[in-house]
């Protein structure tokens, strides 16, 4: 975790560890904390593990060992709360990928791979704000904008 003990928590699920890395190295600059998982089954106990709620799932829609939507709502049932980011670079090779991702709900957005530190931050900031907005916040589910 990072220094910042009191900013929002996000798990981080990647099975590629240079994508995770990336994931992890941008939300703590900008001063987010992180758990990070690369595998459904790590994220899983993970979440199951930590004593706080976590704010945020930020997940891989193709892992090795389940489908990222699938692990959304298993970790969901643990931190009903929990925001919801889903990427994947595999929208492109694969149209049934593809629908699914526009078929998803309207309100969990998708980051399509490769994507900038820019990107990255100002998706979880519309989500969340910044990474010490929430500061033991007990309605960490409530729609929040960039502005607080």
């Not at 987010?32 to 704010?55: F, H, K, M, N």
């Not at 670079?89 to 990928?97: E, M, S």
């Not at 990255?120 to 007990?138: A, H, I, N």
């Amino acid at each position: 975790m990072s220094r910042n003990e009191d900013g929002p928590l996000i798990l981080v699920v990647e099975d590629d560890p240079i994508v995770r890395g990336f994931i992890v190295r941008t939300l703590k600059r900008a001063s987010y904390r992180c758990l990070v998982a690369g595998s459904a089954e790590e994220a899983l106990q993970v979440s199951s593990q930590v004593e706080e709620p976590i704010d945020l799932l930020i997940l891989d829609i193709m892992l090795p060992d389940s489908w990222g939507t699938r692990l959304v709502q298993d970790i969901q049932a643990q931190h009903p709360y929990a925001r919801v980011i889903l990427a994947s670079g595999h929208t492109a090779d694969d149209p049934v990928l593809a629908a699914g991702v526009q078929a998803r709900d309207p309100e969990i957005p998708f980051l399509n791979k490769p994507f900038t530190p820019d990107e990255l931050v100002e998706t979880v900031v519309s989500l969340l704000g910044r990474g010490s907005d929430l500061k033991g916040d007990p309605d960490r589910g409530s729609d929040r904008s960039a502005d607080g």
